[in-house]
């Protein structure tokens, strides 16, 4: 079969193209994840010409490395590693961390008995479905994610935005899996409260009184 | 089960990955405190939102860049043809 339509053809297909000298398949799989990548690049360093930066050393190094490409993971996720490792080289850089990592820097204060509890606790007013049309809730979205430390919002990204396992986040972002756990709590109960701050029913708000009898 | 016992094991539950007896004593906890009801509930929908959010938009003209640069680095890599 060789006339199928160029969006019937598999990512898979089309790296095993690319590997074989076609220039027209490798421009395919970049029409086709450009977009992601650059989302992600924007979400993580939240300026525009660093996710330009990040977007194009992607697929740079995704050419050059194509080779590499053995299909162990999808050619997104392989992608979307690429771009995480260029964006921490930014949040290092911009940060003057060259030699320490995220982790060392952080991780004796992270352990789930500081994890803060939840504050403004109240059934939404609209579901996600109804929510996701409105234009104003992606401000909302974008200002939520922004007031997370970076440690946690590239962990909420790349696992709950991006779909990575665990085990894939921590391997991303070169840290444990432990501390991606812990994180990613923080990461998401932070959201929440943000969120259920905006968009809570305030007559369904919840007083938590005191801790429940076992 | 305590309240702070459920919000460590948030993860888990939320991602379905949480082992079938904690789950239980995670599900009658819940049914008896609205408050850690209406927290889960919270947490999921803040996920399904920032999974169903609008992607940003590739920039025309840095797509354009991009695809340049692309073609050169190629053609770099596979001289001749």
Known sequence: ?214 | MKCEELLAMLNEYVDGTVDPAVCAEFEQHMAGCNPCQVVVDNIRKTITLYQAGRPYEIPVQFRERLHDALRKKWREKHPGK
Do not use: C
Request: charged share 30%.
């Open chain 1, 1 to 214: 079969m060789t006339n199928l339509q160029t969006s019937e053809i598999s990512d898979a297909e089309m790296v095993r193209r690319a590997q074989a000298g076609d220039l027209a398949a490798f421009e395919t799989l970049t029409a086709r994840h450009e977009q992601r990548v650059y989302s992600l690049a924007m979400r993580m360093l939240r300026q525009e010409q660093d996710a330009e930066d990040v977007t194009q050393q992607t697929f740079l190094s995704a050419l050059e490395n194509l080779d590499g490409f053995r299909g162990e993971a999808s050619f997104s996720t392989w992608l979307l590693r690429i771009a995480t490792h260029a964006a921490l080289k930014i949040i290092r850089k911009r940060k003057g961390l060259d030699s320490v990592s995220l982790e060392a820097a952080t991780e004796e204060r992270d352990s789930f008995d500081a994890v803060p509890h939840p504050e403004y606790i109240a059934d939404w007013r609209q579901s996600p479905e109804e929510l996701v049309h409105q234009n104003e809730i992606h401000r909302l979205l974008d200002e939520a994610l922004a007031k997370l430390d970076e440690k946690h919002r590239l962990i909420f990204l790349l696992r709950d935005v991006e779909g990575f396992s665990i085990q894939e986040t921590a391997g991303a972002l070169g840290l444990s899996e432990a501390n991606v756990k812990v994180r990613l709590l923080r990461a998401r109960l932070q959201l929440r409260e943000h969120l259920t701050a905006a968009l809570g029913d305030p007559a369904t708000r919840l007083i938590r009184s005191h801790d429940h009898a076992p």
